[in-house]
């Protein structure tokens, strides 16, 4: 990923996925359980929002992979706000795959959140190659899969709104074909103040993989990855080294 595709909602992001970190942060504690220890790697780390639960399950050092300026300023103040995590956590400011040479060779663990379909197809196997040489055995990769899991075209729809003090972030999105596995998602964000008259309104527009479960699944059992059972998570997938 060389463009920066965050700068319109960084300043937001934190507020954005707030109503969420309780879910993703039960899931991560569910599928990873107590970790030995050991180097645990965050890729596409955003805010660092689950960088807590992680520290809270073991992880002795932490490694936050986030190529976006914008949302590192966001990062940087989750883990400054707790001496430990900052103790612990290590930013690598680049994109995956040119982060690797920044990363340890053996993991405990790894998550990727929200991103997967920013990689292109080599990267993505690079992935799951990267995490059959690297991960521990019996070590688990934590990840989300986004909407849609196949090319199809998705018409405005609310994601919500969060209240922030008075005013309140209105976010709303479309998915267009682009070819025969890539959308255009568009998303746009609306700053309402009390009254519910529209202070600024952003919009993005970013390239985006098509994935289902299936197909990845498929493309990490050919990395020696294992599914883990994931029924209670609808968009969360996990992968077991075996």
């Known amino acids: 990923m060389t463009e920066d595709f965050y700068t319109d909602n960084a300043e937001w992001y934190a507020a954005l996925v707030a109503g969420t970190r309780g879910e993703l942060d039960a899931a991560v504690r569910d599928l990873l359980g107590p970790l030995p220890g050991g180097a645990v790697v965050d890729i596409a780390s955003g805010v ?15 490694f936050a992979v986030e190529p976006s300026r914008a949302m590192r300023a966001g990062l940087m103040t989750t883990i400054a706000h707790d001496p430990e995590l900052m103790s612990r956590t290590t930013i690598v400011p ?15 663990a790894g998550i990727m959140f929200n991103a997967i379909g920013h990689l292109e197809d080599s990267e993505r196997m690079m992935l799951w190659n990267t995490l059959r040489d690297r991960l521990a055995p019996g070590a688990r990769f934590v990840m989300t899969l986004q909407p849609p899991s196949e090319v199809t075209t998705l018409p405005w729809m609310d994601f919500g709104d969060v209240a922030v003090g008075e005013h309140r972030i209105v976010t709303r999105g479309k998915a267009d074909p682009i070819d ?9 964000w609306t700053l309402l ?34 599914p883990v059972n994931t029924s209670e998570h609808a968009l969360v997938v996990a992968f077991e080294r075996s």
Do not use: N
């Not at 680049?94 to 405990?108: D, G, K």
């Not at 025969?180 to 746009?188: D, G, N, P, Q």
């Not at 309104?201 to 994935?211: D, E, F, I, Q, S």
């Open 193 to 226: 103040d009390s009254t519910g008259e529209t202070l600024e309104t952003r919009t993005r527009a970013h390239r985006w993989r098509a994935l289902s479960r299936a197909g990845v699944t498929i493309e990490a059992g050919h990395a020696d990855l294992v």
């Open 94 to 108: 680049m994109a995956f795959p040119q982060a690797l040479e920044h990363l340890p060779s053996q993991w405990s």
């Open 180 to 188: 025969a596995t890539h959308v255009l998602w568009t998303i746009e």
């Open 48 to 62: 660092g929002s689950c960088l807590p639960a992680l520290q809270d399950l073991g992880a002795e050092r932490l």
